[in-house]
């Protein structure tokens, strides 16, 4: 049902690959309504798993997903890049495992 520990899962962009794609819009004089995303859902945990991995330390603490909140909350969303690819923009976006080690880095030099 996608309400498990971790599972929840979003189409996480990195900022750089947004701020690519509206200066590609500028520039090519494209006009339009957009999804911006990777187009690929990723689950909360492959985000927890990947800072872990980066930093070298944590542990992950699941808490369980209220029940009166099922139903009521997404726990899948997923850009559809259709629109976007067929307009023309062809650059590929930052997984998780690529974006979130650049962040961090981003962080530790003061960001």
């Given amino acids: 049902d996608g309400y498990g520990p971790g599972e929840q899962s979003r189409d996480f ?3 750089e690959d947004v701020a690519d794609v509206n200066l590609w819009l500028w520039r090519s004089g494209v006009s339009g309504i957009f999804n911006c995303g990777t187009g690929r859902a990723e689950p909360f945990r492959t985000v927890a798993d ?6 070298g330390r944590g542990e992950i603490e699941y808490i ?5 909140l ?3 909350y997404q726990s899948f ?9 067929q307009a ?3 650059q590929p976006f ?7 080690p650049q962040y961090v880095k981003w ?3 003061g960001g």
């Fill in 88 to 90: 023309g923009y062809e």
């Fill in 50 to 55: 990947t800072v872990i991995r980066t930093l």
């Fill in 107 to 109: 962080l530790g030099a």
């Fill in 77 to 85: 969303t997923q850009a559809d890049l259709s629109k976007l690819r």
């Fill in 64 to 68: 369980d997903f209220p029940d009166h």
């Fill in 13 to 15: 962009v990195h900022v």
């Fill in 70 to 72: 099922k139903g009521r």
């Fill in 94 to 100: 930052a997984s998780v495992e690529e974006g979130v």
